[in-house]
């Protein structure tokens, strides 16, 4: 391999041996000139044109931004059924959202008395302001979506074991960050639906209150108005709260994120790449249909060594592919359709804004954006529950899974197999069942205060007895029935995930669809009373 | 201290006494875990607010005679109602102790959170939905010119009559 930029230095007296007079270093001068564009380039891109393996390994190592990439990368990893493209989707959403919130603080000015204008603005004045606010909005309910997604993908193709269950762990951070950017976003454009809404989360903050009132401890220990006040600020959803979730919004959390994705990345190399079966090691007749596959005397294998099951130095060659550029193409395919989509939403599509926030009328129904909707229907059973102790345990337990069940085999598989197809299956029709009958209970007949006898009950025991702790409780027997009965950890892993991810649609759309003014339940939008 | 000119035998299993060195290394780690720990404490004492801008939570309603017996005044800035009858004054909060949003009166005298539902009857107890306790009963008091002054931040216990001598 020679440089490609050839040698353009034409004397070869070293500098110190010509004499006075000697035209040789002028000339230096204009030829240096002439060349410099591409002494430039070289001086970047420090290998060759990638078209052999060496190069195209060199292409990824010596890149600061692909050298988190192996140089090969197996061919398990990049077939769409592995990841459905959903991580690399929601890293380029959370750039989109970067770079379109920047640009949203030149113009953005985080005071009550003028946030709300600035959203005019934004909207009506600034240049592309409708369409960057747009792209904004729309992005931020798709990274929330799309976090959602990659990690029921992760749990169902049992990519939490070792050795990546702390990185299942870090996940579920930037799951709960992903919500925090969007809770924290909620609140900027100062309107009526970010005013309640935050109202809500604020009083959700303070409700553990239910509890310490109940066992009768507030004024010794009373976290929960604590909470609040460190939220906000102050009493009620006002100019400190705004700032403080500008700070956590625009600052904190986006530099919270970005480490932390950092952090995930780098264990997923050092993991060894992604999970994969153990048939994906096996020879079949379809693999060399790739042009790129061949089997290179040299793997190169410094640059790619790692631990576990990698293409290590020169083993398990057959199955793996140079990162650039096959891997570059899928990553640039799911960039491309992530970006297409947002740009066709945020055109076609505008975020909605309603009147100025007004704290002496709320909106009704005041709902949340969708992703907490689901809550809010347990949090209208109760605040407690539904808002703190529910989630609290659902990321707790989501966070355990990869230390509770450690079985070994079938990793790297949907559902690792047709067992746990089946186990999906079934428990999705059990938590489908229990959810619908909860609600159509809760909607015909109510619950305990509208009934005679229980009218008086004290609030703990509503605190502790609703349709959301009942749905939490049907949930865990089934599982640990499930443990029981296939005698596996990972099934039972499936069958509570499963409940809960059908339960959390369910409800959304239930929260979305079927409540209206008073939270009451309606079948359409149609129906609601005008007022 | 190298192999050759230690010549005392000691023992795998005994730890050796620690070191004037090690003493110094451990002190030091120890006390740069502490600053450290201190520091974040105190960075994040920051965010807890000793003043709030409700602070001054005493708000003038108006004078006595401005409100007849019977009435029922609705104050929307700080989500009041202020009733005055036979016995005197009386004032309710309408902000809904489930999640805060505001509580509307009914004509007949109950009051339903828009919200989710919570219903509250007319002395503000709970009377069905997710509220774990009644509506706030608010203290008043007469300011020294004789206005009629409610502390939003009291919470005083249902029916609390101020009486004004009119
Ligand atoms: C800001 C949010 C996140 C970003 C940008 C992100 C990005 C990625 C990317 C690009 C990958 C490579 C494979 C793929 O594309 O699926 C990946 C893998 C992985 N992610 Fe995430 N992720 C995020 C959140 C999460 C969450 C919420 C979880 C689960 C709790 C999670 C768990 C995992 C695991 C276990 C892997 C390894 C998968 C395997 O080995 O097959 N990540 N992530
Ligand atoms: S805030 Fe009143 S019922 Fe929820």
Redesign the interface.
Known sequence: MSSIGGDHQTHHKPSHERGIGDKGALRDFGSNLLSTPIALRDSIIRHGKPTSDRAKSQTIFSNFFLHILPVRTHLHAIKATTTLGLGIATLVLFIILCVTGVLLMVYYKPSVDQAYASMLDIMHVVPTGRLMRNVHRWSAHAMVACVMLHMARAFYTAAYKRPRAFNWVIGMALFVLTLGLSFTGYLLPWDQLAF?AV??G???AQ?P??LT?AIGITQYFDIGL?QK??LL????V???ALI?FYVLHVMVLPVVTTILIGVHFWRIRKDGGLVRPSHADVDTDEMPALADVSTPLKSYGLMAMMKDKTPAVNREMRHTITTWPNVMYVIGAATMITVFAMLLLGYFFDAPLAEMAN????E???KAPWYFLGLQEL??????MG?VAIPAIVVLGLGLVPYLDREKEDVGLWFSGARGRRVAFISSVFGAVTVIGMLWFTVEF?WL??WEATAHVP?IV??LFNPGTVLVALFAFWSVATVRVMNSTRMGAIALFTCFLVGFVILTYFATVHRG????FYWSQSDWPVH | MTAENNHIETSQRFKPPATRRDFLGLAATWSAIVAFVMATVGALRL???SV???SNSRVKLGRPDRFAVGSATYF??I?LWLFRDESGFKAISSVCT?????AERQEDGQY??????SRFDQTGA?????A??GLVWLDLSLSPEGWIVADT?SDVGPETVLMAQV
């Open positions: 309640w109202t809500i604020a009083n959700i409700s209150q239910e009132d604590w006040e460190v600020g102050a009493h009620h006002g100019q400190e403080r704290p002496t009328v709320p009704n129904p005041a949090v209208s059973y109760s605040a407690f808002g109510g205060r509208n609030q509503i605190t003014p008073n939270w009451n | 965010p807890m607010p709030f801008p409700e929307s800035k989500r489930h999640l805060g949003c505001v339903l959170c828009p919200c989710h539902g709970v009377k069905g939905g997710p774990p306790k931040l």
